[in-house]
């Protein structure tokens, strides 16, 4: 009976189309075997006894959702990012990720990956940094982090061979003398060591491929070569790795990019070959119809942000557009330290709403099958593992959320996706499986040792926030520079906290 598993009773919700169903579902060696409709009050029938049977009466289950864009090292920087547009975030970031050991790198993982599995996600798309230059060890450490958290992931490591004062040269021009050389002094690495950094992990990867694998992510069109892009894409296709880029997130991005290479962003990226079924694209936000149409046609997939958009002020993706042109979209979180969550209940819920502020034509907004599609079966293509996530059925993997149908948000329970999509907040997961195996139940995260992980991540922010104070200050004195050049919001000092308090 090894690797059986019959979960009982529950009211399932195959899909986001499905209606749910009272059914039992049969999962053997990771994957739904059958999904077998209950008869009135005796279901389980005609499965052996033998089987171990989880029950799953007043319980809604649904697919594992799928995160299609996040970072493992978000988590650690939880809580220190001020209220900045991305440039002043990208800014700030060495300060924010500076000098953290390999231990670090894990760490962050293994939290942002009990908080996914906590909110009843099972998958995730990480593009994990790693500063000066990703490392095969920085990325068996994050890799191994998901291995043992039992979370499903790719890990494709963040590159850049600029920095923000090198993708913005016109930006270290406005710079005052004072600030000037500490934005010059900052490095990137060469195109070759991240290169190789990749290409390593790619030949000796150890783990099972179909719970962890690697994929590769040039992090910023401006803030790679034609040359790293070139060497990513060809990486890529060498090993099969799932590829995603960081795609207009900012309207500065966007305007410079077409100043930069005399075309949109995605006519750069397909004029260096990296537009095809393994790429996928987070944001996507400052894009028109023939960049749209470029990257439908390709077969790309378009990873949706919400959480981080809002909170950054990026702007809001033309999501409707793109699913009226075919192209696919999914639903990311994006690093805790943007989006102060790793909650796709919430970006669930964020991806319906925003749509209607955009306009008051109801036949234009996001409904809440599609923002549950997105968060399953949308983002799922990202991940390179085909057809196998995303929904419940025989032969997709058995990542499964029990969710408690007694919590106020289903009480009368009258139509399951719209009342999860508008009103779950992720309190009702009650268990979490992945590949068949139950890896959160009774408010735990089963893999792993919760308090000390808190423990060791208190210790972990004090030792790195000393570790990086200088760094931090060079970034705040940049910050109001850095939103003038690329937020054109004025160059001028920000008032100081007493200031506000006062007025
Ligand atoms: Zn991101």
Redesign the pocket.
Known sequence: MHGRLLIEGGLVLAHAAATPQRADILIEEGRVQAVLPADQGSSGGGVDAAVPRLDASDRLVIPGLVNG???AHGALGRGAVEDVALEGFLAASPSINGGRGIDDLALSATLGAAELLRRGCTALFD?PAQMPVPTLEGLHSVAGAYARVGIRAVVAPMLADRTLYQAYPELLATLPQALAPGAAALTAPAPAASLAAVQAAARTWPFDPARVRLGVAPTIPLHCSDELLRGCARLSAEWDLPMQI?LAESKAQALHGQQRYGKSLVAHLADLGMLGPRLST??SIWIDDDDIARLAAAGVTAIH?PL?NLRLGSGIAPVRRMLERGLRVGLGS??AN?SDTQNLFEGMRLAAFVSRVTTPDESQWIGAAEAFHMATEGSMHALGWGEQLGRIEAGRAADLVLLDLAQPGYVPLRHAVRQLVHGESGAAVDRVLVGGELVFAHGKVLTIDEPALRRQAEAAAQRLDALNAEGRHLAQALRPWVSAFCCGVGRRPFPAQHELRGA
């Open positions: 864009h996040t970072h593009m960081h987070a944001h942000n981080s994006d690093g943007t």
